[in-house]
């Protein structure tokens, strides 16, 4: 079929990375028209996206809950901390799905195309099930061959978890404390961890996370989770909503262009290796990307560059499969270290110095055999 339309810039994946892509281009003034394709534009499950931030950081306006004390609990170890400057923020896509269509729809630059892409060309070209699209400048691109990576990466793990929104009949929940990492369950399928953020005293999202080699199949994390609240908890409760998400831990070596295609998101290597977090980094990478296009001024390089970060996440992935209790890796900086600067590190904010700080709260031992390949 014909082009409808040649946009200066088409995004492929309209989803966090790519909204945040077009939002910073129209914020920060490209005039050019932008053409989103997407292959589910209308009928999205909801996400949950959190980060850490300072209160004043234009990226927490976008949140609609916020925490300032985390929860860090083992079998040894309960450790309340307060975060200040810092909060603990969660987006719920619906409503960031909801500002960005309407901020980009406002614009008149932009327009939405529900279609599946099949594949995207350097020289521009989206080729979708029902058109292909050609665009001037460039693709900006959040879609990934998870067989490739898979194939390529050295470390893969899955960072999969199953949630749901719960409401008690009565307050079981503190309000202000966030259950940041709850390692007080068995270790069946991996590392296993349970992550509680309350909306209020009564509702939270509980959500049972693992990081393991493979998934499970879907009624087994119900079950895990259905055992937790079970244990934890004696009241009565509703089920509001339900959430299933898969995230790769890789130290793949993530794209950063080809030709007229700029990676972003997930596909761009956004996403933490180690830690799965990825949406605070994506609004900043996206932004950066953002001024690069309108200054004319995007590098032409392959691949994204190597940083101490992406060092540390190789060797962290690998302890992480290796270690007998990979739980307890965490429990030696979250004790020994002050916990905003475990934050800092996990977020690639301190200094190398900040960095070696946390590092040596460690077990040596399984670090030193990753480093030799042991
Ligand atoms: C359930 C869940 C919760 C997460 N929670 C957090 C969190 O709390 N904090 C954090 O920092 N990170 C979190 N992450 C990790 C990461 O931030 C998110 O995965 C984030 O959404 C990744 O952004 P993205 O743009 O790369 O991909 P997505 O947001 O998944 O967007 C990709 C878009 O591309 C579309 N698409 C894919 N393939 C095609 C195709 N062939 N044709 C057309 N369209 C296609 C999809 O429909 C989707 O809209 C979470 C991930 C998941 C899955």
Redesign the pocket.
């Given at each position: 079929m014909a082009n409808r339309l040649r946009p200066e810039i088409i995004i492929?994946?309209?989803?966090?990375?790519?909204?945040?892509m077009g939002y910073h281009l129209i914020n920060h003034g490209f005039k050019g028209k932008i053409l989103f394709?997407?292959?589910?534009?209308y009928s999205?499950?909801g996400?949950?996206?959190?980060?850490w931030a300072k209160e004043d950081e234009e990226i927490s306006k976008f949140a609609s809950f916020s925490w300032d004390t985390l929860l860090f609990e083992t079998p040894k170890v309960y450790k309340e901390f307060p975060i200040a400057p810092l909060k603990y923020f969660?987006?719920r896509?619906s409503s960031f799905e909801g500002f960005m269509l309407h901020f980009l729809k406002e614009s008149g630059q932009t327009e939405f195309v529900?279609?599946?892409?099949?594949e995207v060309l350097g020289n521009g070209t989206a080729i979708?099930?029902n058109n292909t699209y050609q665009a001037e400048e460039f693709i900006l691109s959040?879609?990934?061959d998870l067989e490739h990576i898979q194939k390529e990466a050295r470390s893969f793990l899955w960072?999969h978890?199953y949630?749901r929104v719960i409401e008690f009949d009565q307050p079981v929940f503190k309000e202000n404390v966030m259950g940041f990492m709850n390692f007080e369950i068995p270790q069946t399928h991996g590392i296993d961890f349970i992550y509680t953020l309350p909306f209020s005293d009564r509702m939270a999202l509980v959500e049972y996370t693992i990081f393991s080699k493979d998934l499970l199949e879907f009624d087994e994390y119900a079950k895990a989770w259905d055992q937790y609240i079970k244990k934890t908890f004696k009241s009565e409760y509703w089920v509001l909503e339900e959430?299933?998400?898969?995230?790769p831990m890789t130290d793949f070596r993530f794209p950063y262009r080809k030709e007229k295609i700029l990676y972003?998101?997930?596909?761009?290597g956004?996403?933490?290796g180690a830690?799965?977090?990825?949406?605070?980094?994506?609004y900043h990478e996206t932004q950066n990307l953002a001024l690069k296009i309108i200054s004319g001024k995007v590098p032409n390089q392959p691949f994204q560059s190597k940083t101490r970060h992406d060092f540390y996440d190789s060797v962290f992935l690998k302890v992480l499969k290796t270690h007998p209790n990979p739980y307890e890796i965490f429990e030696s900086m979250f004790t020994k270290r002050n916990p905003k600067d475990v934050l800092k590190f996990l977020g690639k904010e301190g200094s190398l110095l900040d960095d070696l700080k946390i590092i040596s709260a460690c077990p040596p031992i399984p670090f030193i055999k990753a480093l030799f390949g042991k």
């Open positions: 492929t994946g309209a989803g966090a990375s790519g909204l945040w394709i997407d292959q589910n534009l999205r499950k996400k949950n996206w959190s980060f969660t987006v896509s529900e279609d599946e892409i099949i979708c099930k959040s879609i990934y960072q978890f949630g959430e299933f998400g898969k995230i972003i998101g997930t596909a761009g956004h996403v933490r830690t799965g977090y990825g949406f605070k980094n994506m």
